[in-house]
C-alpha cells in the first residue's frame, strides 16, 4: 500500500470504479480493453519506469518517458492480442458481432463519409480491414493508454483514469472511423 492510501481509499476502490464505468457505459470489447489496458499496462509502465525511467525525460509527476513507452508497447500489444486474434476466434462465433451484443470495432475502419464526400471518393474509398485495420487500431490504442498512464487529471487515482480516459478515446475513434 502506497503511503498516500492509508489514511485515504486504496487503489483497490478506484480500481473497481474504473472497471465499473467502462464496462456499464461502453460496448463489450471497448470495456474489456479498458480492464486490460489498466491490468497490464499500468504495471509495465510502473516496472518499466522504475527499471529505465531515470534516464529519461520526465512526462509528469512521478511519470517517465519509458514507462510511457511501455505501457505504448504493451497496450499496442494487447489490443492485437485481443482484436486480432481472441475476438475473431471467440467473440465472432458467440455472436458479439451481432445486437444487442455488438463490439465498437467490427474489423474495418475508414474516413467519415462526410470526409469521403468532400474528397469526392465513393463509399469504398478510404477503408481499410483485416490485420491492417487492426494494426492501426492498436498504434492507437498504444497511443491513448499511454496519454492516459502519464496524464494527472485532478490527482485521481490511475487505476480509475486510465480504463476511463482508454474507454473514451477508443470509443471516440471508433464512433469516428469504425464504421465505414
Known sequence: MRESEVDGYNGVIW????TWAVLRFFPKDIGVMGVLLLSWCDTAASTIG????RYTLRVGRGKSLAGS???FVVGAMTAWGFWGWAAPRFG????FDLAPNLFAFQGKLGLPSAVKGLL?????????EGPLAVGVLSVFTGLIVSASEAVDIFNW???FTIPVLCGVGLWGFLKAFGNP
Open 15 to 18: 480500481y473497481l470504479a474504473g
Open 50 to 53: 522504475r527499471a529505465w525511467g
Open 69 to 71: 513507452a511501455g505501457a
Open 92 to 95: 465472432v462465433p458467440n455472436g
Open 120 to 128: 469526392g471518393w465513393g463509399s469504398d474509398a478510404g477503408t481499410i
Open 157 to 159: 487515482d490511475d487505476n
